[in-house]
């Protein structure tokens, strides 16, 4: 007996594939990110200010983080120590500061920006960023970028800062030394 390929296995495969592609929403598992609005509402609202930007922030790694910031003269000391000149000494008021380091990119087109609302709550100060980059698709530089934020705090006690980006995803946290 011949048998003779019909190509019925092959059709067969080709409808379970797609009919598994198709529904594949259902199979794979949903991953949000934790809610986070409840953190800026009037009661737990607090402002912040972004003081200065910067896409070339020098920094040493790939690393998302913050860095905590005790005065205008550790602000300064900061800005030698990574070649950069976010903010004037003349334009830095008495307060807390944090440097919001995105860390090294490989392209261009990398960057971000803090809201001026931040939230407080249970011990924690929450920034919230949106963050860009350039599309995958995109024709980008190929060089290195570190973008930075700095950012003025309020002048209220917390024991640690996180920041969430417009995904609500945390980005980054740090605790504060007393």
């Known amino acids: 007996m ?33 809610d986070v609005s409840s953190w800026f509402t009037r009661e737990n609202a607090v402002a912040v ?6 896409s070339q922030c020098n920094a040493p ?5 913050l860095q905590l910031l005790a005065s205008a003269d550790a602000v300064m000391q900061w800005q030698s120590s990574r070649g950069v000149a976010l903010i004037s000494q003349a334009a830095l008021t ?7 380091d995105l ?4 392209t261009a087109g990398h960057g971000l920006a803090v809201s001026r609302q931040g ?3 249970d011990g924690v100060l929450l ?6 980059a350039p599309r995958p698709d995109a024709m980008s530089a190929q060089v290195i970028t570190s973008p930075c934020a700095l950012v003025r705090l309020p002048a209220v006690e917390f024991k640690s800062l996180r920041l969430v980006d417009q995904t609500g995803k945390v980005r980054a946290s740090t ?3 007393p």
């Not at 003779?4 to 259902?26: D, F």
């Not at 790694?61 to 983080?65: L, N, P, Q």
């Not at 920034?127 to 860009?132: C, G, I, R």
């Open 2 to 34: 011949i048998l003779r390929n019909t190509g019925l296995p092959i059709v067969l495969a080709a409808a379970l594939l797609g009919s598994a592609c198709a529904s594949s929403k259902s199979w794979v598992p949903q991953v949000s990110a934790p």
């Open 49 to 54: 200010v972004e003081v200065g930007n910067d």
């Open 61 to 65: 790694d790939g690393e998302t983080r």
């Open 94 to 100: 008495p307060a807390r500061y944090v440097v919001v």
């Open 103 to 106: 860390g090294q990119r490989s």
């Open 119 to 121: 939230g407080l709550r």
């Open 127 to 132: 920034l919230k960023a949106t963050t860009f």
């Open 175 to 177: 605790g504060v030394t």
